[in-house]
């Protein structure tokens, strides 16, 4: 591949309206954006804007093209524009947009989340990830009647006023508000532990009764994280000890890290699962489910009341049904998957150690981070103490080389089934020389 100097992210693009495309976009959106980490704010250079997918790649309003491990976020699995993906929503569309009342695909898709996932006996669908995850946690204060939560530094479970809390100081590990307009009132009830730190789990256990603890099996909000040998099975322990209900969010390791997700992975039973992202394949449905007894306390059946005009929308039904009949169909896609993102890794730590270069390649099947830092990242704040200022070259870098990855340190990249080996070979030779350049 070579390097085209002038695939430079610093150009704007020219709109046919005059001016550029992100100063359009800044005057009617906050930070010419629709979700801040798309800003580039992490990462230097302008974002581009994108007009279309096909497979592993992306291209922008210009007709540059990058390969792609944003994948929206980890939402594309078989690769963007999945040809009978296409074909099941434009049929969708074609017989209405969204009814207000079920349709038998709702039941079909439902049907099979609760044989892939073990935990899920039943579930609600939503449209967002945050949707579900409030819908969860709202589930556990009422089936436990407790007020507080345990969630972790650096993870992230969308924008619900619960999870936008800070560690408080001290041991009491009491939050408080991380962003403006959460209530005090509210950060209270969420104490925060170290990812991998069982101490610190311990503890908030220690500090008061909880209703959950909730948390990504694997992280992926503070770059990707694998959780550390029985770290897991030790939180599912403390749960039980203490009548405690235990939350996987699998917005992003759903139907990714396996058909099953990290809890078939792991193997660890949790009480509710959060799904979203793969669910939809990229279009807008999540959602929360778990043991029969705890889904039946929501409402029409119980007292805990959610509910959501779009909620099993058909055209998002229809994109998952594709997404989760391609892994029935074909369960060695996760060979697929794991094979090529292990070609990669490798590539990457060949490079890293035959040329020194302090960084660290963290990976759990096709999820993965490039961390500059020569240590291990255990933790959030393992991963504050790495060189984001070098992550934000290599990634700008990264992009004149062609390849476009999560514009932040603390996020995870993605394969799809699209990024096949000449693909992961392209990437490796492109990224290789972007850390170069960062370092020189
Ligand atoms: P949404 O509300 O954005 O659909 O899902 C929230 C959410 C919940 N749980 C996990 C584990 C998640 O990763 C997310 C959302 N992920 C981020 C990126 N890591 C979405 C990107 C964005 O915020 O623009």
New binding site residues.
């Given amino acids: 591949m070579n390097f085209d100097s002038n695939n430079s992210t610093q150009v704007s693009q020219d709109d046919p309206f005059g001016g550029n495309l992100l100063d359009r976009a800044k005057r009617v959106l906050p930070g010419g954006v629709n ?4 800003a580039f704010q992490g990462v230097e250079g302008d974002p581009p804007f994108l007009h279309s997918a096909q497979g592993a790649r992306v291209r922008d309003e210009d007709g540059r093209e990058w390969i792609d491990y944003i994948s929206s ?2 939402a594309i699995l078989l690769g963007h524009a999945h040809p009978d993906l296409i074909e099941a929503v434009c049929d969708a569309a074609g017989r209405g947009t969204n009814f207000g009342l079920t349709t038998e695909a709702e039941i079909d898709l439902a049907e099979l989340v609760c044989d892939l996932v073990p935990s899920i006996e039943m579930l609600r669908m939503v449209s ?6 409030m819908s969860a946690v709202r589930l556990a204060r009422a089936a436990t009647g407790r007020d507080k939560i345990l969630k972790f530094a650096g ?5 619900a006023d619960s999870f936008l809390v800070a560690a408080g100081s001290g041991n009491a590990t009491f939050s408080t508000p991380d962003s403006d307009g959460v209530l005090k009132a509210v950060a209270e009830n969420t104490l925060i532990a170290r990812f991998n730190d069982l101490n610190s789990v311990q503890q908030a256990f220690d500090a008061a009764p909880l209703a959950a603890v909730i948390l ?1 099996p694997v992280a ?2 503070m770059g990707c994280i694998p959780p550390e040998r029985e770290f897991l099975e030790n939180i599912r322990g403390l749960c039980d000890e203490h009548g405690t209900l235990l939350i996987f ?5 759903g139907f990714r890290l396996a058909a099953g997700g990290a809890q078939e992975v792991f193997q660890i039973m949790p009480d509710l699962t ?1 799904l ?2 793969i669910l939809g394949h990229g279009l ?1 449905a ?1 959602a929360y489910g778990g043991r029969r007894d705890l889904m039946q306390m929501i409402s029409p059946l119980g007292s805990v009341y959610q509910a959501g005009t779009l909620s099993g929308n058909p055209l998002a039904i229809a994109a998952g049904l594709i997404a989760l009949e391609a892994i029935v169909e074909d369960p060695s896609l996760y060979n697929d998957l794991e094979e090529n993102a292990a070609r990669l890794e490798k590539g990457l730590w060949h490079a890293i150690n035959s040329r020194g270069f302090p960084c660290n390649v963290q990976r759990v099947g096709s999820m993965w981070t490039l961390f500059f830092t020569e240590e291990k990242v255990r933790e959030f704040e393992d991963a504050q103490l790495a060189d984001t200022q070098a992550f934000a070259r290599f990634h700008h870098y990264a992009m004149q080389n062609g390849v476009l990855l ?1 514009p932040s340190a603390f ?2 990249a993605f394969l799809t089934l699209a990024h096949d080996t000449e693909t992961i070979d392209e990437t490796i030779d492109a990224l290789v020389d972007a850390i170069e350049r960062t370092y020189t």
């Fill in positions: 979700s801040p980490v798309r976020w980890g967002s990830g945050t949707e579900a995850t993870g992230y479970h969308g924008h990504e992926g909000n969010d699998e917005v992003m390791t959060t979203g992202k807008p999540a999560p996020e995870t």
